[in-house]
């Protein structure tokens, strides 16, 4: 299957799909490149650049986006269809760490930033915008609406809450904070936050599946995510 040179087409092969994915995937690539070689002030050296939500988003995002371009050069159907199932995964995460980031990052920065901590602007604006602005773009140009159901979506979504929570008991060690100042809380109250985490994730994922339905139109190869090789 060669590439398609029309916009609207919602298939593997769309030449538009793919050369944004080779774009903002190198954007991704930059900025993680370097928000791994910032210096971590010492309540944050043990657990490393691992125990960041943004990092393992942003990790999700360029797989996405590998997998994308791999699918549309191939015009593998096999490959679309795992896309738009991880698509869905890799946007709700990023969707979440925009939302939470960025009001505090602009209005309250001690809650999501240690004093000792500095991010350069084209570094914060490549690891906590641009993963999800490159996801939700392709979304809703270049892809049919996500296959995965509600029950799916949200016990994937609880899953990979106590999936986050496990993993910072596993790296973090006793001399270790949290690596955002807000969840520095007593076990309670962080429970209710990653319990408003999950809700914020889901309805993140029932909004845009929504939102989709209603905006995009039914163009070329839009359904044909049901199409078999």
């Known amino acids: 299957m060669g590439l398609k040179t029309r916009f609207t087409y919602r298939e593997p092969g769309n030449v538009y799909s793919l050369l944004i994915n080779l774009v903002f995937m190198t954007v991704c690539l930059r900025g993680i ?13 043990h657990a490393g650049h691992k125990q960041f939500l943004t990092n393992i988003s942003a990790v999700a995002t360029i ?7 791999i699918c549309h050069l191939t015009g593998s159907w096999t490959l679309f269809r795992l896309k738009n199932y991880l698509h869905s995964v890799a946007t709700s995460l990023e969707f979440v760490v925009s939302v939470i980031y960025w009001p505090l990052r602009l209005f309250f920065t001690h809650m999501i930033l240690s004093k000792e901590s500095f991010i350069p602007l084209s570094t914060d604006l490549s690891i906590h ?6 996801l939700l773009l392709d979304f ?5 609406n996500w296959t995965v159901t509600t029950p799916q979506a949200f016990f994937i979504t609880a ?24 969840l520095n809380v007593p076990e309670k ?8 985490v999950i809700l914020i994730v889901f309805g993140s994922f029932l909004a845009q599946k929504r939102l989709h339905s209603k905006v995009c139109p039914l163009t070329d190869g839009a ?3 049901k199409k078999s090789n």
């Open 33 to 45: 490149r370097e928000v791994l070689h910032l210096e971590l002030p010492p309540e944050l050296k």
């Open 63 to 69: 797989a996405v986006q590998s997998l994308s371009i």
């Open 129 to 134: 915008l641009v993963p999800v602005v490159s």
């Open 140 to 144: 809703y140009f270049f892809m049919p």
């Open 159 to 182: 899953a990979l809450d106590l999936l986050y929570w496990k993993w910072l008991d596993y790296v973090m060690d006793d001399s270790s904070k949290f690596p955002y100042p807000f």
């Open 189 to 196: 109250e962080r429970m209710v936050i990653f319990g408003a």
């Open 223 to 225: 359904i044909g995510i």
